[in-house]
Structure formats: C-alpha cells, structure tokens
C-alpha cells in the first residue's frame, strides 16, 4: 500500500502541476498555491476524518486520545 500510495502522490502532484500552468497565465502565483494547498487541505482532512484513527471518547479524556494513549485507542498495537 505504501508504494502504491507514494506513486499516486507523486503522480497527482505531477498532474495539478501541468493543470496549474495555465492559471499561471490569468492569476498571481501565489493566489493559485493558496488554492491549491487550500483544496488539497480539505481532501485530506476528508480522508482522515473518514478513515482516520477513531478513538474510545466514553473511557477516556482528549488529551489522552491525542496523546496516543492505549485505552483510548483501542486498535493500537501492543508490543
């Protein structure tokens, strides 16, 4: 899954560069890298919210849950 996803990135990235070029032309450089970093900021936070780490928020405080703690995260491994 790993090299699959690195290919992807890297292969998406090579894309919004092509497409972005002709923005280039129409609007200032930095208006287009703002919105790119603002669209790709909200599919990632899609992802995550989506397929992201859930945690336990009934046993446990946020702090824990964002401190990585075992009992809150119930799908951790441990060694």
């Known amino acids: 899954?790993?090299?699959?996803g690195g290919a992807s990135a890297a292969f998406i990235f090579g894309?919004?560069?092509v497409?972005?070029?002709p923005l280039l032309r129409t609007y200032p450089a930095l208006f287009?890298?703002?919105v790119t970093t603002l669209v790709g900021g909200i599919v990632l936070l899609i992802a995550a919210l989506a397929f992201g780490e859930q945690c336990?928020?009934?046993h446990s405080t946020s702090a824990?849950?964002?401190a990585g703690d075992a009992?809150?995260?119930p799908n951790l491994l441990r060694i």
Do not use: D, P
């Not at 899954?1 to 699959?4: E, F, K, L, N, P």
């Open 32 to 34: 287009v890298s703002g």
């Open 19 to 21: 497409l972005a070029r």
């Open 64 to 66: 824990a849950c964002f």
């Open 15 to 17: 894309c919004g560069s």
């Open 71 to 73: 009992e809150a995260h």
């Open 56 to 58: 336990n928020w009934e």
């Open 1 to 4: 899954m790993g090299r699959i």
